[in-house]
Nanobody
Framework: QVQLVESGGGLAQAGDSLRLSCEASGRTFSSYAMGWFRQAPGKEREFVSGISQPSGSRTSYVDSVKGRFTIFRDNVKNTVYLQMNSRKPEDTAVYYC???????????????????WGQGTQVTVSS
């Protein structure tokens, strides 16, 4: 069982930077592929970024955030981060982190393959 707790959300202006954190419980964090998803009002939850296990050597991003967001992990701290730069109003959403058992060091982009989810953190970007 893995418990995930996100933090770092809040209100900011367009162009600002923000870092989201997701801390996982347990001693097997490095065995999980991690992902960030978001859900804007009235829209379905979508994949934002993913990172492979164990070292995070592979990453993936949705096109709308490429070049602006960076995902990385710290296996000592059991934490995955999402650095959000040059934020836009359309980045406003509830952001969720998720964990998926994985082998082979792949990045997982499909929601249904993630077994554990955090409670979400609200990110609001004003224009």
């Amino acid at each position: 069982q893995v418990q995930l707790v996100e933090s770092g959300g809040g209100l900011a202006q367009a162009g600002d930077s923000l870092r989201l954190s997701c801390e996982a419980s347990g001693r097997t964090f490095s065995s999980y592929a991690m992902g960030w998803f978001r859900q804007a009002p009235g829209k379905e939850r979508e994949f934002v970024s993913g990172i492979s296990q164990p070292s995070g050597s592979r990453t993936s991003y949705v096109d709308s955030v490429k070049g602006r967001f960076t995902i990385f992990r710290d296996n000592v701290k059991n934490t995955v981060y999402l650095q959000m730069n040059s934020r836009k109003p359309e980045d406003t959403a509830v952001y969720y982190c998720a964990a998926a058992r994985a082998v082979g060091g792949e990045v997982i982009t499909r929601q249904r393959l993630y077994s554990y989810w955090g409670q979400g953190t609200q990110v609001t970007v004003s224009s």
